[in-house]
Protein backbone atom coordinates (compact mmCIF):
# COMPACT_ATOMS: atom_id res chain seq x y z
CA UNK A 1 0.00 0.00 0.00
CA UNK A 2 1.36 3.60 -1.45
CA UNK A 3 1.49 5.97 1.81
CA UNK A 4 -0.12 9.32 0.86
CA UNK A 5 0.66 12.14 2.28
CA UNK A 6 -0.73 15.89 2.99
CA UNK A 7 0.12 17.84 0.19
CA UNK A 8 -0.27 14.92 -2.82
CA UNK A 9 -2.03 14.75 -5.66
CA UNK A 10 -4.98 12.48 -6.81
CA UNK A 11 -8.29 12.28 -8.70
CA UNK A 12 -11.57 11.50 -7.78
CA UNK A 13 -15.58 11.16 -7.97
CA UNK A 14 -16.99 14.32 -6.21
CA UNK A 15 -20.69 13.90 -5.58
CA UNK A 16 -21.06 17.95 -5.67
CA UNK A 17 -19.26 18.71 -9.04
CA UNK A 18 -20.68 15.24 -10.06
CA UNK A 19 -17.67 14.85 -12.00
CA UNK A 20 -14.34 13.28 -12.02
CA UNK A 21 -11.73 15.88 -10.09
CA UNK A 22 -8.17 16.41 -8.81
CA UNK A 23 -7.76 16.63 -5.16
CA UNK A 24 -5.29 17.05 -2.86
CA UNK A 25 -4.87 15.19 0.44
CA UNK A 26 -5.27 17.54 3.58
CA UNK A 27 -5.47 17.17 7.36
CA UNK A 28 -9.68 17.94 8.48
CA UNK A 29 -11.86 17.50 10.94
CA UNK A 30 -14.93 15.09 9.59
CA UNK A 31 -18.28 14.46 11.18
CA UNK A 32 -19.13 10.51 10.97
CA UNK A 33 -22.35 10.46 8.58
CA UNK A 34 -24.54 9.62 11.51
CA UNK A 35 -23.36 12.96 13.22
CA UNK A 36 -22.55 11.30 16.46
CA UNK A 37 -18.76 12.21 16.62
CA UNK A 38 -16.03 14.83 14.54
CA UNK A 39 -13.36 12.56 13.63
CA UNK A 40 -10.27 15.29 14.52
CA UNK A 41 -7.55 16.25 11.99
CA UNK A 42 -7.78 12.87 9.65
CA UNK A 43 -6.02 12.82 6.21
CA UNK A 44 -8.80 12.86 3.23
CA UNK A 45 -8.77 13.61 -0.42
CA UNK A 46 -10.36 17.17 -1.09
CA UNK A 47 -12.00 18.47 -4.28
CA UNK A 48 -9.69 21.09 -5.67
CA UNK A 49 -12.99 22.74 -7.50
CA UNK A 50 -15.11 22.92 -4.47
CA UNK A 51 -13.14 22.07 -1.27
CA UNK A 52 -15.42 18.95 -0.41
CA UNK A 53 -13.73 16.40 1.15
CA UNK A 54 -14.47 13.32 -1.59
CA UNK A 55 -12.49 10.06 -0.36
CA UNK A 56 -11.04 9.09 3.09
CA UNK A 57 -7.90 6.64 2.91
CA UNK A 58 -7.31 3.13 4.47
CA UNK A 59 -4.50 4.43 5.93
CA UNK A 60 -6.80 7.10 8.06
CA UNK A 61 -8.83 4.15 8.92
CA UNK A 62 -7.68 3.59 12.64
CA UNK A 63 -7.93 6.70 13.72
CA UNK A 64 -11.75 6.99 12.22
CA UNK A 65 -12.18 3.48 14.38
CA UNK A 66 -10.51 5.49 17.40
CA UNK A 67 -13.19 7.80 17.49
CA UNK A 68 -15.70 5.73 16.63
CA UNK A 69 -15.32 3.37 20.10
CA UNK A 70 -14.58 6.44 21.88
CA UNK A 71 -18.05 8.13 20.68
CA UNK A 72 -19.60 4.81 21.79
CA UNK A 73 -18.22 4.58 25.29
CA UNK A 74 -19.31 8.48 25.58
CA UNK A 75 -22.86 6.89 24.52
CA UNK A 76 -23.18 4.41 27.01
CA UNK A 77 -21.94 6.25 29.53
CA UNK A 78 -24.61 8.94 28.92
CA UNK A 79 -26.89 5.99 29.17
CA UNK A 80 -25.96 4.27 32.20
CA UNK A 81 -25.99 7.90 33.84
CA UNK A 82 -29.59 8.64 32.92
CA UNK A 83 -32.52 7.46 35.67
CA UNK A 84 -35.67 5.87 34.45
CA UNK A 85 -38.50 7.48 36.82
CA UNK A 86 -41.88 5.16 36.35
CA UNK A 87 -44.99 6.66 37.88
Not at 66 to 79: G, M, P
Request: a positive charge; one cysteine or more.
Amino acid sequence: MKTVKAGDNSKAICHKCECVVDTTFMKRDVALSDNSAMVENVLVAVCNSCDSVVALLQQSSKHVIKTIKASEIVARKDRADRKCVFS
